[in-house]
């Protein structure tokens, strides 16, 4: 009992990592000597804009950005940073459609022999879409070099995002993940 108890945890642990809500991409990355940089400073592209329409989550983002580009070893200077690391927020309604049809026994949709028959699809038989809105929550971080005036590197990551409390899971995910595939990348090239 035990032992099946340890392989549905596992399987679930698994199936909960590979379903995160965030997904990121490199968009750009010509950081030829990530070593080259000692200093950062933290700042938003857009002065008047705030992250997810949040002063709150705006402060969490420049917070969780300044604390990861730390762990990395670079040291925080306001006056003369060798990178910016300037970050901007999106949030842009969406619409998906949801299948609405109910799942036979072998998971197609209908049984087989319903298939092509209009008496068969009466009320509460299914066969219909329902429109589900959405936000969608990006996150874009580009690394600057100051002494080229170039960005070096672009990374940004995109999550679906259903309920207002999911916006704040979603931004920290987000940073997490931008500064995981940056540290891959410079420790790549380093």
């Given at each position: 009992?035990?032992?099946?108890?340890h392989?549905?945890?596992?399987?679930?642990?698994?199936?909960?990592?590979?379903?995160?809500?965030?997904?990121?991409y490199?968009?750009k990355n010509?950081?030829?000597?990530?070593?080259?940089f000692?200093?950062?400073?933290?700042i938003?592209e857009f002065?008047?804009?705030?992250?997810?329409?949040s002063?709150?989550?705006?402060?969490n983002?420049?917070?969780?950005?300044?604390?990861?580009?730390?762990?990395?070893?670079?040291?925080?200077d306001?006056?003369?940073?060798?990178?910016?690391?300037r970050?901007?927020?999106?949030?842009t309604?969406?619409?998906?459609?949801?299948?609405?049809?109910p799942?036979?026994p072998?998971?197609w949709?209908?049984?087989?022999?319903?298939?092509?028959?209009?008496w068969?699809?009466?009320?509460?038989?299914?066969?219909?879409?329902?429109?589900?809105?959405y936000?969608?929550?990006?996150?874009?971080?580009?690394?600057?070099?100051?002494?080229q005036?170039k960005?070096?590197?672009?990374?940004?990551?995109?999550?679906?995002?259903?309920?207002?409390?999911?916006?704040?899971?979603?931004?920290?995910?987000s940073?997490?993940?931008?500064?995981?595939?940056?540290?891959?990348?410079?420790s790549?090239r380093?």
């Open positions: 009992m035990t032992r099946y108890f392989i549905g945890f596992w399987i679930l642990a698994v199936l909960m990592v590979g379903c995160s809500p965030v997904k990121v490199m968009e010509e950081m030829a000597r990530p070593d080259a000692q200093t950062f400073f933290v938003s002065y008047d804009a705030m992250a997810f329409n002063p709150v989550l705006e402060e983002l420049q917070k969780r950005l300044t604390e990861g580009m730390e762990k990395f070893g670079y040291q925080l306001s006056k003369k940073p060798d990178l910016i690391v970050y901007n927020t999106l949030l309604d969406r619409k998906k459609e949801i299948n609405s049809a799942m036979g072998w998971g949709g209908m049984n087989p022999w319903m298939w092509g028959n209009p068969m699809m009466g009320p509460g038989m299914g066969g219909g879409f329902r429109v589900e809105k936000d969608l929550g990006e996150v874009v971080v580009d690394f600057i070099d100051t002494r005036d960005v070096v590197m672009r990374i940004s990551a995109v999550g679906e995002i259903n309920k207002p409390d999911q916006r704040s899971r979603n931004l920290k995910a940073v997490d993940k931008i500064l995981k595939e940056f540290a891959r990348n410079i790549s380093g």
